[in-house]
């Protein structure tokens, strides 16, 4: 459902102008021909061994180092993809009036609590809105589309415009998953579990049949998108 895309191709171009590079940093660092190493206390400083020789680099603003990336892979990556540990700190932020960060996804100033799948993506410092995938809201705490229900900046039924019946339980006390239907959609329903709705849409070569409530062979369903 994490719809963002690969970031190699972005910074191809800016890369030179970005990274950060202070010279060699001794050569006996280099215990392999080409590879990448971690740089302890820096979230998204390393170091990068090409022929044994040792070169310090820092990712762009916003990013951060890939600890298991394999050379010659673009070792940058947003801090979703990316690990820093609490004792480790990233580069001062380089923000622009638009961006807190040159690079990465943050809260949109035009996204409301009804209206939670807007979100901003910041590139070189330029920021170009965005909206998640259809019944997925922008979660700010991990810079990524999310089931609506689980961001706390979203009111999930007035974002999905629709409200779960009561949950219903089994002998067993296990909640029952329960479908509906959507008007004017042959493939998109909502399931509800636990008065919980989330947005579903039905695989490929399938669609919704209301008549069982669930996602069949489209061949046979009777449905006519936007009717």
């Given at each position: 459902?994490?719809?963002?895309?690969?970031?190699?191709?972005?910074?191809?171009?800016?890369?030179?102008?970005?990274?950060?590079?202070?010279?060699?940093?001794?050569?006996?660092?280099?215990?392999?021909?080409?590879?990448?190493?971690?740089?302890?206390g820096?979230?998204?400083s390393?170091?990068?061994?090409?022929?044994?020789?040792?070169?310090?680099?820092?990712?762009?603003?916003?990013?951060?180092?890939?600890?298991?990336?394999?050379?010659?892979?673009?070792?940058?990556?947003?801090?979703?993809?990316?690990?820093?540990?609490?004792?480790?700190?990233?580069?001062?932020?380089m923000?622009?009036?638009?961006?807190?960060?040159?690079?990465?996804?943050?809260?949109?100033?035009?996204?409301?609590?009804?209206?939670?799948?807007?979100?901003?993506m910041?590139?070189?410092?330029?920021?170009?809105?965005?909206?998640?995938?259809?019944?997925?809201?922008?979660?700010?705490?991990?810079?990524?589309?999310?089931?609506?229900?689980?961001?706390?900046?979203?009111?999930?039924?007035?974002?999905?415009?629709?409200?779960?019946?009561?949950?219903?339980?089994?002998?067993?006390?296990?909640?029952?998953?329960?479908?509906?239907s959507?008007?004017?959609?042959?493939?998109?329903f909502?399931?509800?579990?636990?008065?919980?709705?989330?947005?579903?849409?039905?695989?490929?070569?399938?669609?919704?049949?209301?008549?069982?409530?669930?996602?069949?062979?489209?061949?046979?369903?009777?449905?006519?998108?936007?009717?």
């Amino acid at each position: 459902m994490f719809f963002f895309i690969s970031i190699a191709g972005l910074f191809v171009a800016s890369c030179a102008a970005q990274v950060q590079q202070n010279g060699a940093v001794g050569d006996t660092v280099c215990r392999e021909y080409n590879t990448y190493y971690k740089i302890q206390g820096s979230c998204d400083s390393y170091v990068e061994c090409n022929a044994y020789k040792a070169t310090y680099k820092t990712c762009p603003d916003g990013l951060y180092f890939i600890r298991d990336v394999e050379w010659p892979t673009y070792p940058c990556a947003y801090p979703s993809d990316a690990q820093c540990d609490a004792q480790d700190a990233p580069q001062k932020a380089m923000p622009t009036e638009d961006c807190k960060h040159q690079y990465g996804f943050f809260a949109s100033p035009l996204a409301t609590r009804s209206d939670c799948g807007k979100y901003r993506m910041c590139v070189e410092g330029k920021a170009f809105e965005m909206e998640c995938s259809m019944g997925l809201a922008f979660n700010p705490e991990t810079g990524r589309c999310d089931w609506p229900d689980l961001v706390p900046t979203c009111d999930a039924e007035a974002y999905l415009g629709f409200k779960c019946p009561p949950a219903t339980y089994d002998e067993f006390g296990k909640a029952y998953v329960v479908n509906f239907s959507i008007k004017g959609s042959c493939y998109y329903f909502f399931s509800c579990m636990e008065g919980v709705a989330r947005l579903l849409l039905c695989d490929e070569g399938y669609a919704f049949d209301s008549t069982v409530n669930r996602c069949m062979d489209a061949r046979r369903v009777q449905c006519q998108e936007g009717q």
